[in-house]
């Protein structure tokens, strides 16, 4: 499982999804998360086999100001809630993955508590402080409580934790906001949850810097590819390749040690149809997600092309965090044809599974065109993308294997005005 092959993630923020009041204002318990067994039949559906969750321990508002590390948040259910979940996801060939928020805690967290009724106790130690003895906050975020990842405590409270999910069933983790955590912490905690649990799969949230040194220095698998995800939408928004082309480049860089994690969504940014101002080039983004190497996930609402706009203010991922009925058919703005669109490249990537690992190369590239070989040991594809009113045509391509406004003529691929496609390369 640790090297992610064969995984493609459908990304699920839970109390959003479920409907739970992440306000603080309602925290009357529910047995919400049976409700995502019914989701698992459209995430194989969509060609998934992956579900990611975001935060489900128990907290106060919104998921990362975690209240009890060991306790399902009760707005979503019980612990037996989740395990059976994991039993219908495994039981069906999906895995599993948790949202690891070990960076911080919430208000509430007893340790915490203990620790400003008396600053001299033991659980003091768990929490970084100021020069002037005062708590240190994540990003400024009064609500959420920095803990001291200099000390052993927190590190086996970090490692009993993820033991303890692992043991019921876990596959993997999403370390959030792991760029805020000194990257010799994952060593001392890494190392003992593997021992019990050498396949879990460990990913970490990391916006910038060195990628490589991070998952190499910290033992982690993988981080989230936000240099790809920006090159991606924002090359298309402004009408500049070049920019996806550098990020290609670092991409490259990055796959020669590790597999990064790929997105063009997640539950902290913008929704990639909305970052995108003409429909007609959201496919053009697919395109790159399912063909480039890397280990990708879909956010929930991706796939079916919805809208939503974060915005800073309390409250501004709400829009991005919806609640989900009990299908498809349900959901206000959906648009099947996004949702095929999503089946037929990832349909495609797993007849061509050895996109996980390839490179790619820049055979052509304007401002509003690029085209891409990307290739593995033995076998390439050449994507090419135009979002302009000209017509493109690419060299040296064999089967024809997806795209619109596009076709062969001969062993030149013919894209058309804002047209994209996918073939085999040939030899």
């Known amino acids: 499982m640790r090297s992610a092959e064969h995984t493609i993630w459908w990304h699920v923020f839970p109390l959003g999804f479920l409907g739970a009041d992440t306000t603080g204002t309602d925290r009357t318990p529910a047995t919400r998360l049976p409700a995502l067994i019914s989701w698992l039949d459209h995430l194989l559906e969509l060609g998934a086999n992956g579900l990611a ?3 489900v321990f128990d907290s106060s508002t ?3 100001d975690t209240i009890d590390y060991f306790r399902i948040d009760p707005r979503l259910g019980t612990e037996a809630d989740l395990v059976a979940l994991i039993d219908a996801a495994h039981s069906r060939g999906i895995q599993v993955m948790l949202d690891g928020v070990f960076n911080h ?3 509430e967290f007893p340790a915490l508590l203990a620790a400003r009724e008396d600053p001299s106790s033991p659980e003091a130690r768990l929490f970084a402080q100021t020069p002037d003895g005062g708590p240190v906050t994540f990003e400024g975020h009064g609500g959420l409580i920095t803990l001291n990842h200099g000390v052993p405590e927190v590190a086996t409270l970090v490692t009993d934790v993820m033991t303890f999910w692992c043991d019921r069933g876990v596959d993997a983790w999403r370390l959030d906001a792991a760029y805020s955590v000194p990257v ?7 190392p003992a949850v593997r021992e019990r649990h050498p396949q879990v799969y460990v ?3 990391v916006l910038h810097g060195d990628y490589v040194a991070f998952t190499r220095d910290g033992g982690l698998d993988a981080v989230t590819q936000y240099e790809l995800w920006q090159g991606i939408w924002h090359s298309i928004a402004d009408h500049n390749f070049h920019e996806l082309d550098h990020a290609l480049g670092r991409h490259n860089t990055f796959l020669e040690a590790f597999v990064p994690y790929t997105f063009v969504g ?9 970052q995108i101002d003409d429909e007609r080039h959201l496919p053009h983004a697919l395109a790159l997600l ?10 929930y609402g991706d796939e079916l092309g919805l809208h939503a706009v974060k915005e800073e203010r309390f409250g ?11 299908s498809r058919d349900e959901i206000d703005g959906a648009k099947p044809e996004v949702f095929t669109l999503h089946q037929e490249l990832i349909g495609l990537r797993r007849r061509h599974p050895w996109l996980h690992t390839a490179r790619s190369r820049t055979v052509a590239v304007g401002n509003d065109t690029i085209a891409l070989e990307v290739a593995g040991p033995e076998k390439a594809l050449i994507v090419v993308l135009n979002i302009g009113d000209g017509e493109v045509r690419t060299s040296g391509a064999g089967t024809f294997l997806a795209g619109r406004d596009a076709g062969l003529d001969g062993e030149d691929l013919v894209v058309g005005p804002h047209g994209w496609a996918i073939a085999e390369a040939t030899a």
Request: aromatic share 12%; hydrophobic share 35%.
């Open 53 to 55: 969750l975001g935060p």
């Open 62 to 64: 919104h998921g990362y």
């Open 184 to 190: 010799e912490f994952w060593t001392t905690v890494l």
């Open 290 to 299: 399912f063909t480039l190497g890397g280990t990708p996930s879909v956010y």
């Open 105 to 107: 805690v919430g208000p």
């Open 316 to 326: 501004g991922d709400d829009a991005i965090r919806p609640a989900f009925g009990a």
């Open 203 to 205: 990913m970490g949230e």
């Open 266 to 274: 997640n539950h902290d940014v913008t929704r990639i149809a909305s």
